[in-house]
């Protein structure tokens, strides 16, 4: 697989990395199988893979922790770690919500590293803004926690415009972390044209439409009871049958390549750019094994041009928005 390099901390990543937040939160059969999320782990750095992405609040802490029993016996240094802190209050008795303080990042940030199994963190990324602690206040604690080699960059995720400009100049962002896909687009924008003018990179999360493009999904009945997706707008009744519309288009440029739909879709966000580096995650080696393979597909004018028509879906990314784009 082929690397690239995120923002002026240069961190050497793959063109793609993986997500692991499904193995321990939020979709169906989270932490069920904790064997075989490892071997998956174990394939995609077989396989070339170096981004690996985590959370404290995947679990919570679960996450970060099956990460590390993942990668003990030496695979640590063929690999690129990130997480994310700030929202779990650790000031407040671990308490959900966001806090950006220094000192509850502090804490978060000795908690990763001790559940990682680590001495640093590649890339920490404030997990969303908090409208309480100026970002600089936040972004100077993580240029400390730099200095002192806890972490060799940070990032930040679903961050607006300003917020990304005001933390960029007090220290440089290594990584913007935000939902982009061919059903998420609304960060070409403003967001986009950003991270390029500052030289950060962007690392897309769901670049699958949270398993939506790859077009297994035709009814919210598919979905088990505790999956979270079944209060997303988009998966909505009134809203999926519409928006069944843009699997079908992705899935006609698939049939012409051969290939499946959610390779296309991959393969699209890779054309974006070099700076860009999705995560698409899953559990499972073959479904991993499939989403690697996006990266030897090439799209030809005439079918950028398709995948770039395609319709905007119906429904918000989330029911609740506001701390997005803060």
């Keep these: 697989m082929s690397t690239t390099t995120l923002g002026v901390a240069e961190l050497e990543v793959s063109r793609l990395g993986l997500g692991c937040m499904g193995m321990s939160a939020y979709y169906d059969g989270a932490g069920r199988d904790d064997a075989g999320s490892i071997a998956t782990i174990h394939r995609a750095i077989d396989l070339g893979v170096t981004l690996f992405d985590t959370a404290e609040v995947y679990g919570p802490y679960a996450n970060e ?139 897309p999360y769901s670049p699958l439409g949270r398993g939506f493009l790859t077009g297994t999904i035709r009814s919210v009945d598919q979905l088990a009871e505790n999956d979270f997706r079944r209060g997303n707008p988009r998966f909505a009744a009134e809203n999926l049958e519409q928006n069944i519309r843009i699997v079908e288009q992705v899935d006609a440029v698939a049939a012409e390549l051969g290939a499946k739909p959610g390779q296309v879709a991959l393969a699209w966000l890779l054309a974006q750019g070099e700076h860009i580096v999705p995560i698409p995650g899953t559990k499972r080696i073959s479904y991993l094994e499939e989403n690697l393979a996006a990266e030897s597909i090439e799209l030809g004018e005439e079918q950028l041009a398709a995948l770039d028509a395609v319709a905007a879906p119906v429904g918000d990314r989330y029911a609740d928005m506001s701390p997005i784009g803060r």
């Design 65 to 203: 922790e099956l990460l590390a029993r993942a990668l003990a016996g030496g695979r640590r240094d063929r690999v690129v770690i990130a997480s994310k802190f700030g929202m779990i209050r650790h000031r407040d008795g671990d308490a959900r919500g966001f806090d950006g303080s220094p000192e509850n990042l502090r804490l978060a940030v000795d908690g990763s590293l001790r559940r990682l199994g680590t001495d640093r963190i590649d890339l920490y990324y404030q997990h969303r803004m908090d409208p309480n602690v100026p970002i600089e206040e936040t972004v100077g604690a993580f240029a400390e926690l730099i200095r002192e080699g806890k972490i060799l960059g940070y990032g930040l995720s679903e961050a607006g415009v300003g917020t990304l400009r005001r933390a960029n100049a007090v220290h440089p962002v290594t990584a913007l972390q935000s939902e982009y896909s061919l059903w998420s687009r609304d960060v070409e924008r403003e967001i986009l044209p950003v991270v390029r003018e500052l030289g950060i990179g962007f690392v």
